[in-house]
């Protein structure tokens, strides 16, 4: 079985600081891992991936992901959050086992204020 | 068009009805998925299909539920005497390979179906 936990429904930060959303994962396997993010009446997109190369992860818009198998963490940040950032993120697992699906995690809802 | 397209963007019917929502995947992409947002949660897994052939219907919640992929194309979800439970939003998202090789799929904006 595969899972990921979001531990935080909801961040606010100012904008111009960093920003961290965190996810654990659960998986019997080696997992893949990903972020994507939804914004108001947009289609999901991802925001980067894990597939057990580079344990740092970078993706668009300035975000990046740390897989950490010790803690089966892979918690997104930012180091300077923008009013565009504000969305909802996902974060995802699948492995081979279950080639054909993505496991989403609760959401994490981010808001920037000025 | 450029992205995967679904219709219709709302819909609302009564319970027992019958609805079908639509999928248009972007073009030369074999692999077509549907998931299901409830509010407040992730999307949920239903079915898969690579080609015509749904590859993984275990997400199906029960067999009032069913999808279609006839030309390798389009897709129909079809929900069968409607409950208050169906209400969500429905996610299309196709890709042009197995999705544990690149992670990417490539969503609609989806379906919001309500359940009166």
């Known amino acids: 079985a595969q899972s990921v936990t979001q531990l935080d429904s909801h961040v606010s930060v100012s904008e111009g600081t960093p920003v961290l959303l965190r996810c654990n994962y659960s998986?019997?396997?080696?997992?893949?891992l990903f972020w994507y993010v939804q914004h108001p009446n947009k289609g999901l997109q991802l925001l980067l991936k894990y597939t057990s190369a580079a344990t740092l992860v970078k993706g668009i818009n300035g975000f990046e992901a740390e897989f950490k198998k010790s803690e089966t963490s892979f918690h997104l940040t930012k180091p300077s959050a923008h009013m565009s950032d504000a969305a909802e993120y996902f974060c995802?697992?699948?492995?081979?086992?279950?080639?054909?699906?993505?496991?989403f995690g609760t959401g994490t809802r981010l808001q920037v204020t000025l | 068009g450029a992205g995967v397209s679904q219709t219709p963007s709302n819909k609302v019917t009564e319970k027992g009805k019958y609805v079908e929502l639509r999928c248009d995947p972007i073009?030369?992409?074999?692999?077509l998925y549907w998931y299901r947002q409830s509010l407040g949660q992730g999307p949920e897994f239903l079915i898969y299909f690579q080609g015509t052939g749904a590859a993984d219907d275990s997400g199906l919640p029960n067999d009032r539920f069913f999808a279609v992929r006839p030309e390798g194309s389009v897709s129909t979800l079809k929900i069968q005497r409607t409950e208050r439970g169906d209400s969500a939003v429905y996610l299309c998202?196709?890709?042009?390979?197995?999705?544990?090789?690149?992670?990417?799929?490539?969503f609609g904006e989806g379906s919001r179906l309500t359940v009166l």
């Open positions: 998202a196709s890709s042009p390979r197995r999705v544990v090789s690149t992670g990417e799929l490539f």
């Open positions: 995802v697992v699948t492995h081979t086992g279950t080639a054909s699906k993505l496991t």
């Open positions: 998986s019997s396997y080696s997992p893949s």
């Open positions: 073009s030369g992409h074999t692999a």
